[in-house]
């Protein structure tokens, strides 16, 4: 309304002042017949009509030009035109922005966008990684040309995975021919006997999982950056990951429940087929049997595992001993840890001594593997170690054993069809040659100058965070310039290694050079992939940390932060729209990568991230005064959060504590953005407004940072991230970050006690 109004307003200034100014010759002809008049009689009528004729051509020109001044000029170049498009489209104006935000900048896009029925959930990054698919399935299927050995290989293994016809006709056989290697699997064999029970080593069946399959079970032993000193590397052992998402659904009831039923009828599925594909004899109840005793292992399993609530302080979790001092702690039985140790060591020819220092994460759970292994034979044990591997190669089988985990599938996460063919391997291949295919993707997608443009974000959004200290009253001086030291020592990655583009530097072929793969052996190149992951993880223990090695890949929409690097990652598939377009406003840019870079610097100092220093290593920087007040502020954030009820999930509250780290990094990255663009407004003036949307660019910021957001999930899925998602639903994330910030609720002039601006609010950074 307020558009028509002006848009009337200019037609009629403009009709008036082209008639005064000359564009009418019966008009002019009347001011020069005055001016001669007067010349010739000077009368005083004739001389008052000029004169008043002449001030009331002055006002409305004065009036033009006051009019033209305040108002607001209109952006419209085509990277404006498209962000408002694509703004306009998420949102609902219909809903006011001080009762709902998140329905207001994204009930348009919720309305028009349904999950499809290979997902799960559907989100902004969704479709970011949708996008970026179908240019990676461009790249991976064109013929090669010259192509260097990394491209060659990164195609061959595409190809391999898309023979659908051949791994059908191979059917089980790569499955059976797995089995053999690892000592068969006992529910689906004749060769199980007292005598193989009584020669079986459960030291070297985990060894054997680990360094050739780079499968951890029953124990998580890995090499990793030692948290207190983070130039080396170090041996840890903690607890495991399990079968199912999390240890909840091994024993809650509901919907747990039947996940949990489908689950084990997955399980018994799939040692049926192997036992008819072996021509054994049929015997239900005995599989039955097999697999529910595995089942009631695994259950123990995770009720020993500690809940992710308690394991959210890594300074609790640290616990550095000898190899020697840990068979003393942890024993089991007459297992030798360090014989399991070792054997993993040996497949790259690293000799470990019992003086060897290791670091515990998962003390309370290794307390109770010993009564756990101590209640269950050799072959229930070999049964659920066999499982665990073959749950995660149903996906590279054929369409039989797929169509096993249908329902599990769909009682897990919702979804009743498979991925594309063409996505699950263009998704396979991006994510075990990363480096490869983020070459492929930045030559073809990757505009060099982006770098220096999200160089230069980051160093504004840096001096914001650096600025913020200075309003924190609950941190004393000595711990604020402990803390601005960090913040000016974090590490940035932009886009990609340089070196994946040169085409004279080697690195990138010697990555993979140890990798053969065949157009015919899908299944074997996966298990190329395991063993070549596994080996290049180990050999680090004996190597120093490299500072510049990449931990993602180029073509990936997401960002990161290392809390033993110190460091902030920016890849290739993140930098463009919403997020960033070096043609939009920098309002969008600045609520979009601008919160992004933010929210990774705020890791810096979150819940976890403040336990490290500016060099990566774990040590307590803090006064006492700063830490107990930082766990003052934290806690708000835990009530707040822990207080919204998530109805999709089946009315469960969100866990204020497993995402307290990024409920931190999201309310400082919004804040800090904020800020940064305030001080780029005063340095480079305001931003035309953008076509079709009556709204600042202060508020196009915080609609652009809810937009990031938009996004939807089925209530399985709903009911299974909550438990497992470090991240608060995409609602909640932009409804507690903007509730809690003045900012926002005085751009929108929302009320005191409305829902976008409670009395309370909460703030760490």
């Not at 942890?330 to 014989?339: H, P, V």
């Not at 919204?644 to 409920?663: D, F, H, K, R």
């Amino acid at each position: 309304m307020e558009n028509e109004v002006a848009k009337s307003m200019d037609n009629q200034m403009e009709k008036y002042i082209v008639t005064i100014m000359g564009k009418s010759e019966s008009q002019m002809d009347i001011v020069e017949k005055s001016t001669k008049s007067a010349k010739k009689s000077w009368s005083f009528v004739e001389i008052g009509l000029s004169v008043l004729l002449f001030l009331m051509t002055c006002a409305v020109v004065a009036l033009l030009v006051l009019y033209t001044n305040n108002k607001e000029s209109i952006c419209t170049t085509t990277g404006c035109v498209t962000a408002a498009a694509r703004i306009i489209q998420n949102m609902d104006p219909t809903i006011e922005p001080c009762t709902d935000f998140y329905q207001y900048a994204c009930g348009g896009w919720l309305n028009k966008h349904v999950i499809p029925e290979t997902s799960s959930r559907y989100s902004i990054f969704d479709i970011l990684r949708d996008e970026m698919e179908i240019i990676l399935k461009g790249l991976l299927e064109m013929p090669d040309q010259e192509d260097r050995d990394a491209f060659k290989k990164a195609k061959i293994l595409y190809k391999s995975c898309m023979n659908e016809n051949l791994i059908e006709q191979r059917d089980s056989l790569p499955l059976l021919d797995l089995l053999s290697t690892v000592g068969e699997w006992p529910v689906a064999s004749t060769d199980w006997n007292i005598s193989k029970e009584s020669h079986w080593n459960l030291e070297e069946q985990l060894s054997l999982l680990n360094y050739k399959f780079n499968k951890r079970v029953l124990v998580d032993m890995f090499v990793w950056n030692d948290d207190r000193e983070s130039s080396k590397h170090i041996i840890y052992i903690d607890q495991p990951s399990l079968g199912m998402p999390s240890r909840d659904y091994y024993f809650n009831s509901g919907n747990y429940q039947r996940i949990r039923e489908a689950y084990l009828q997955f399980m018994i599925a799939i040692a049926k087929m192997v036992r008819e594909d072996k021509n054994l004899t049929k015997d239900d109840s005995f599989v039955q049997k097999e697999i529910t005793r595995v089942m009631d292992l695994e259950t123990e399993i995770a009720k020993a595992t500690a809940p992710s609530e308690e394991r959210n302080d890594v300074t609790l979790l640290y616990n550095k001993m000898t190899l020697q001092e840990f068979q003393q702690k942890f024993s089991i039985g007459d297992f030798n840890w360090t014989s399991f140790i070792q054997g993993v060591m040996a497949s790259v020819n690293i000799h470990i001594q019992t003086e060897e220092e290791v670091v515990v994460y998962g003390v309370p759970y290794l307390q109770q593997l010993r009564t756990i292994v101590s209640n269950y034979s050799a072959s229930t044990l070999q049964n659920y170690l066999v499982w665990r591997l073959v749950l995660d190669r149903v996906s590279s089988l054929s369409r039989r054993y797929k169509d096993a985990r249908a329902n599990y599938r769909k009682a897990l996460y919702g979804t009743t069809l498979e991925e594309a063919r063409w996505r699950e391997c263009v998704s396979y291949v991006n994510s075990n040659m990363e480096n490869a295919v983020g070459a492929m993707y930045v030559k073809e997608t990757f505009a060099g100058e982006s770098k220096r443009m999200i160089s230069d974000l980051i160093n504004k959004v840096r001096e914001a965070f650096i600025e913020t200290l200075d309003e924190l009253q609950w941190m004393d001086v000595t711990s604020k310039e402990k803390a601005r030291e960090k913040a000016l020592s974090i590490k940035e990655q932009i886009g990609y290694p340089d070196y994946i583009l040169e085409d004279h530097n080697d690195k990138l072929d010697q990555e993979i050079a140890a990798l053969n793969f065949s157009e015919h052996q899908y299944f074997e190149n996966i298990l190329e992939i395991l063993k070549s992951g596994a080996q290049k993880s180990l050999r680090k223990l004996r190597e120093p940390v490299d500072p510049d090695a990449w931990i993602i890949g180029a073509a990936v929409a997401d960002a990161f932060y290392s809390p033993n690097r110190n460091q902030i990652v920016f890849p290739a598939g993140i930098l463009q729209p919403p997020f960033f377009n070096k043609h939009q406003p920098q309002a969008l840019n600045f609520g979009g990568i601008g919160m992004v870079i933010g929210h990774e610097i705020t890791h810096g100092f979150d819940d976890n991230g403040r336990n490290f220093d500016k060099d990566g290593n774990m040590f307590d920087w803090w006064s006492n005064f700063s830490a107990m007040h930082f766990k003052e502020q934290s806690r708000c954030m835990v009530y707040q959060y822990g207080n919204y009820t998530w109805e999709l999930a089946g009315g469960q509250n969100v866990s204020g504590i497993i995402t307290l780290g990024e409920n931190i990094a999201d309310n400082g990255g919004v804040r800090q953005a904020y800020k940064a663009y305030l001080k780029w407004v005063e340095k480079h003036g305001k931003e035309p407004k953008l076509p079709g949307l009556d709204l600042t660019h202060k508020q196009l910021f915080f609609l652009n940072f809810a937009q990031v957001w938009c996004g939807s999930y089925r209530p399985e899925y709903a009911r299974h991230s909550i438990k497992t998602d470090v991240h608060s639903p995409f609602k909640y994330r932009v409804m507690g970050s903007l509730q809690n910030f003045e900012a926002f609720s005085k751009e929108f002039n929302c009320k005191k006690g409305t829902k976008m601006h409670p009395v309370e609010k909460c703030r760490v950074w």
